[in-house]
């Protein structure tokens, strides 16, 4: 079993930065992926970024350029700048490990414009 905590979100201004933080527990060896997915209200929920044990990166094509995503252990950290008022979702911390995904609690981050 794996155990997802986030930090981080909140309100943020148009154009501002923010930063999310996840952090994996558990009784578990070596998680293959970890990433971060949003869902905003209305609309699917949609991969953001992610990154596999080997360092290897994936973005949205909304994202990129602006959301930096890392990785070290059992942690995951988006960090989110040039933030735009249709970045506001709920975003989750993903972690998949041989084939089974867990999610963590949801974190809000609003953009005000």
């Known amino acids: 079993q794996v155990q997802l905590v986030e930090s981080g979100g909140g309100l943020v201004q148009a154009g501002g930065s923010s930063r999310l933080s996840c952090a994996a527990s558990?009784?578990?060896?070596?998680?293959?992926?970890m990433g971060w997915y949003r869902q905003a209200p209305g609309k699917q929920r949609e991969l953001v970024a992610s990154?596999?044990?080997?360092?290897s990166t994936n973005y949205a094509d909304s994202v990129k350029g602006r959301f930096t995503i890392s990785g070290d252990k059992n942690t995951v950290a988006l960090q989110m700048s040039s933030l735009k008022p249709e970045d506001t979702a709920v975003y989750y911390c993903?972690?998949?490990?041989?084939?089974?995904?867990?999610w963590g609690q949801g974190t809000q981050v609003t953009v005000s414009s």
């Open positions: 558990g009784r578990f060896f070596g998680i293959n992926t």
């Open positions: 993903n972690a998949v490990h041989y084939g089974d995904d867990y």
């Open positions: 990154i596999t044990s080997g360092g």
